[in-house]
């Protein structure tokens, strides 16, 4: 079956970084774009970061740019967000997710998404 796993979230300290991954299965993986979103307590999701089957093109929202990367490993069938000068406010918990699109809010009826991966950001 198709399965997406997070994992590479953690505590850190503000200023800080961390690289998650979604290791991906079951599906052609090399076939999709995928896709990065974060729900913080009490707040709905997010979009933050998506990228293209080949990796040619990325979006991100504005308020990670320039601190957060997206890439992918299509050979491993893996995504990746590096999260540079992390924030309080980035503590959220992070998706991976495929068959969404970014141009609509996000919602989990939409596309396939992982169990997600806790991110804390504090001193």
């Known amino acids: 079956q198709v399965q997406l796993v997070e994992s590479g979230g953690g505590l850190v300290q503000p200023g800080g970084s961390l690289r998650l991954s979604c290791v991906t299965s079951g599906f052609a993986f090399d076939k999709y774009a995928m896709s990065w979103a974060r729900q913080a307590p009490g707040k709905g999701l997010e979009w933050v970061a998506a990228i293209t089957t080949d990796g040619a093109i990325t979006w991100y929202a504005d308020s990670v740019k320039g601190r957060f990367t997206i890439s992918r490993d299509n050979v491993k069938n893996t995504a990746y967000l590096q999260m540079d000068n992390l924030k309080p406010e980035d503590a959220a918990l992070y998706f991976c997710?495929?068959?969404?699109?970014?141009?609509?809010?996000?919602?989990?009826?939409?596309?396939?998404w992982g169990q997600g991966t806790q991110v804390t950001v504090s001193s």
């Open positions: 997710a495929k068959d969404i699109d970014i141009a609509r809010p996000p919602t989990k009826t939409d596309g396939t």
